[in-house]
């Protein structure tokens, strides 16, 4: 294969994480055993550095429905919040019209957080079902997929003030013909909102069960830069947030209309410095996975031997690249515990495990092994009254500890 970003046949896998079913592919009870599995693997590319993985699973399938909310979480709807207000300050406060796009929109979260600010919103989402959410709510969302022909069809040619783009950048099948119409629909003094996973944190993290198939690149600055400059725009500033364990909220522009920023050029030394965008670094990193798959199965055979009954806390889509690569099923965790009703009387894709609404569970477990690591903080001031009474909530990714 071509790497997604320069087109180079210089690729070489670093990471394999098996044959794993689609993450996002909840299924009815009528459905267990019978979901398909994909190879789940990273290459890297040897001339621009980018990884990405070699196996993609048609966006039809990953993104025409699917059961995943944005605006089920306190935390994330507040760091949607914080960047509209942001962004507003920063580049459009004094504009009586203006306009922005959000691409992957979900249900709408994020745009409505913009149009309380007073802009003109417009999403774009390929799930029929969230389209159809944001639509009943009052945010004006095509669903489709973001591309150029998209731009031309809808006549959104130089047409928004922002464009935000939050964790949907990585998951492009069409990447250049969506980096493409993103040009294309920005006005000339516009501004593009990338908000994407750092391959930086998830290395350092050791957080591998944000590798999974809608994930298909893992940026880092020097990486999606390079995708940038390709399409004729340029990133001028950036900061890590610590939204799902670590993002980058990137702010492009037009190529050549401003300089970088300081903290924007500390960035990418500090990337430089820790050799982020070596080989060696994604190698030794596979290693480093391998090692948690043995601690973690260790923790659970351990507590079963003991006695305890355990419940996942959270059913994310990572959650399943950590269930299947680590091998967990009923054997170990009973149920997995959600807030997302969607996904009520569903059932993990290839852990097979029974998935419970959190607000009709009738027991506690002994331990809750945490799938939703990136909300950590908002678990633990939630369930205080459960650790309280001798709940453990244990993390099997832990971002805290490793940087002890």
Not at 62 to 80: E, P, Q, R, W
Not at 112 to 137: D, P, R, W
Not at 165 to 176: D, I, N, P, Q, T
Request: overall charge neutral; charged content about 25%.
């Amino acid at each position: 294969m071509k790497c997604r970003v320069c087109d180079s046949t210089n690729l070489e896998m670093v990471i394999d994480l098996g044959l794993q079913p689609w993450g996002n592919n909840f299924l009815k009870k009528e459905e267990v055993g019978s979901e398909p599995f994909y190879p789940l693997r990273v290459l890297f590319c040897n001339d621009c550095s980018t990884s990405q993985l070699d196996y993609t699973v048609k966006k039809e399938i990953m993104f025409g429905d699917h059961t995943y909310l944005s605006g089920v979480t306190k935390s994330l709807s507040a760091h949607f919040k914080r960047i509209a207000i942001q962004v507003d300050d920063l580049f459009c406060k004094n504009k009586p019209k203006k306009t922005v796009l959000d691409i992957g929109s979900n249900d709408g979260t994020q745009l409505q957080h913009f149009k309380e600010l007073g802009y003109s919103v417009t999403g774009v989402e390929s799930s029929k079902t969230t389209s159809e959410i944001a639509n009943k709510s009052g945010i004006n969302t095509i669903n489709d997929y973001f591309n150029y022909e998209l731009v031309k069809k809808n006549n959104l040619l130089n047409k928004f003030d922002i464009i935000n783009a939050s964790g949907v950048f990585f998951h492009l099948e069409e990447l250049h013909s969506v980096t493409k119409g993103i040009k294309a629909s920005l006005k000339k003094n516009g501004v593009f909102v990338v908000q994407f996973l750092y391959m930086k944190n998830i290395i350092e993290n050791n957080a591998f069960d944000q590798i999974y198939h809608e994930h298909l690149l893992y940026y880092t600055l020097k990486t999606i830069e390079i995708l940038l400059n390709r399409h004729d725009l340029s990133m001028f500033d950036a900061y890590v947030d610590e939204i799902h364990g670590g993002s980058v909220i990137g702010y492009v522009t037009h190529k050549g209309r401003l300089k970088p920023s300081e903290r924007l050029s500390k960035l990418r030394e500090d990337e430089n410095f820790k050799n982020i965008n070596d080989k060696q670094t994604y190698l030794e990193f596979y290693e480093r996975t391998k090692k948690m798959k043995r601690e973690n199965i260790d923790f659970l055979e351990k507590a079963k031997k003991q006695g305890k009954t355990i419940y996942g806390m959270g059913a994310p889509v990572k959650g399943n690249t950590m269930l299947n690569y680590f091998g967990i099923d009923t054997k170990y965790i009973d149920y997995l515990v959600e807030i997302n009703k969607l996904r009520k009387n569903l059932f993990s894709p290839g852990s097979h495990i029974p998935i419970v609404i959190e607000e009709e569970l009738d027991n506690q477990p002994d331990i809750y092994f945490v799938f939703a690591w990136n909300f950590k903080k908002e678990i633990l001031e939630k369930n205080k009254e459960l650790i309280e009474s001798g709940v453990e909530f244990y993390f099997p990714v832990n971002p805290e500890k490793n940087k002890q």
